[in-house]
């Protein structure tokens, strides 16, 4: 059982950034694939970047150039990086390991 505990979501204006970090336990961390997910009121849950064990990253068209997901497998963490956020981003994010695990989410409200 992975258990994951998302932080760093907030209120932002437009051009703005932030930094989500995802904790994560279980020793398969190191070996598994990880991803961020957001889900906007009124609509499903999306895709926005994933990262394999070994550092191979994969964005969403619509994040691409704008954020970066990282991780450091030592302190079994995930990181989203979000420069350049425009309102459209505003949603709740999520972090997912493999087998069906998710985060509690963290809201991410950008202004105009």
């Known amino acids: 059982q992975v258990q994951l505990v998302e932080s760093g979501g907030g209120l932002v204006q437009s051009g703005g950034s932030l930094r989500l970090s995802c904790a994560a336990s279980?020793?398969?961390?190191?070996?598994?694939?990880m991803a961020w997910y957001r889900q906007a009121p009124g609509k499903q849950r999306e895709l926005v970047a994933s990262i394999g064990s070994g550092g191979s990253t994969n964005y969403a068209d619509s994040v691409k150039g704008r954020f970066t997901i990282s991780r450091d497998n030592a302190k079994k963490m995930v990181y989203l990086q979000m420069n350049s956020l425009k309102p459209e981003d505003t949603a709740v994010y999520y972090c997912k390991a493999p087998l069906n695990n998710w985060g509690q989410g963290t809201q991410v409200t950008v202004s105009s």
């Open positions: 279980g020793s398969i961390f190191s070996i598994s694939t």
